[in-house]
C-alpha cells in the first residue's frame, strides 16, 4: 500500500502538471462506482477547474474551483497516472479524467487492480471530517518527543501496529514503520506501555529521517511494481532499505526474523531489536 513518500510523490506531481487544467470529460468503467455515485461526480466535477491538490494522510485531494474536491485514495492497488490523451489505454483504468488548458490536452487515468482504492467528489464538511480522522504525521514540526510518546501510549498495543494506526499517527505504513524501528533499535513486538521518552523520542527521529528520505527517493516500488509516480516510473525508496525484505542484519550480521503482526509482514533483527527496549541507534 502506497505510504507518505508514495502519496506526496503523487501529489507534488500532480500540484505541478494539472493544477489550472479545465475536467472536460469523464469517462467511468461500467461497473465501477465511484464513492460520492456515478452522477453526481460527474456533474461536481465536469467543467471545473484544478486549482490546486495537497495531501491528507495517505489521501490526495484535487481542490476544484466550485470549492468542492476530488479524493483519492490508492489502498493497495491504486495508480494515479498522468498521459496524454493519444497514449495507449492502461489496464484496470476506472476513472478517466480529460483535461484542458490552453489548448493543451492530457488525461488523469486512475486504475485499480483490485478495486480496494476509491475516488469521488466530496465537499468541505468531508474534508474536515478527514482531517479529524488522522493522527499527527511524524515529519510535523509540531510533533514533539512527549507528544509522541502520550499518542503511542494511547494504544495498549505492540509498537508496530500503534504506528500502523493511522488515527494515532498517520502516514507510516509497514514498509516505513519496519525501517524506522530498526534504526531507533526497538522491537516492533514491545508494549506501548513500555516505550520511554527516549525511546519515542529516536523513534520520532528515525521516523522523520525514512519518511523524508522516502520522499527525497520518490517512493519505494516492491517487486509487484505495484506503486509508480504519476508518469509510470518507480521509485528508489527500496535500493535504500535497511531492514526490509534483507536476509541478513546490516548492522550485525545476523539472520533477520520475519514474522506477521496483525496481519503484516515484518522484519527485524533480534540482536539489534532486543525486547528490553536497549538497542542502538543507526544511522
Known sequence: MPELPEVHTIVSDLHKHISGYKI?????????KTISG???????????????????AKNIIIHLSSGNYILIHLAMTGRVLLRNKQDKSDGW???????????????????DTRMFGKIGAIGSKAIKGLVDKYGPEPISP????????????????????ALLDQSIVSGLGNIYA????????INPHSNTTKIT????????????????????????????????????????QQNFFRIY??????????????TKLNGRGTYYCENCQPLDGQGPLFK
Open 197 to 236: 521518552l527516549e525511546n519515542a523520542r529516536k523513534l520520532l527521529e528515525t521516523s522523520k529521517k525514512i519518511l523524508l528520505e522516502g520522499i527525497s527517493n520518490r517512493g519505494s516500488t516492491l517487486p509487484d511494481k505495484s506503486y509508480v509516480d504519476i508518469f509510470g516510473k518507480e521509485g528508489k
Open 93 to 111: 483504468a476506472k476513472v478517466i479524467l480529460d483535461l484542458e488548458k490552453n489548448g493543451g490536452q492530457k488525461q488523469l487515468r486512475f486504475t
Open 38 to 56: 456515478n452522477e453526481t461526480f460527474k456533474k461536481a466535477v465536469l467543467g471545473q477547474n484544478v486549482t490546486k491538490v495537497e495531501r491528507i
Open 178 to 185: 519496519t525501517e524506522a524501528l530498526f534504526l531507533a533499535g
Open 245 to 258: 525484505m534483507k536476509e541478513k542484519c546490516p548492522n550485525c550480521g545476523t539472520k533477520v526474523t520475519f
Open 24 to 32: 472536460t470529460g469523464i469517462q467511468i468503467e461500467k461497473t465501477y
Open 142 to 161: 509540531n510533533l514533539t518527543a512527549e507528544k509522541f510518546l502520550t499518542i503511542i501510549r494511547s494504544k495498549k498495543t505492540n509498537i508496530k501496529n
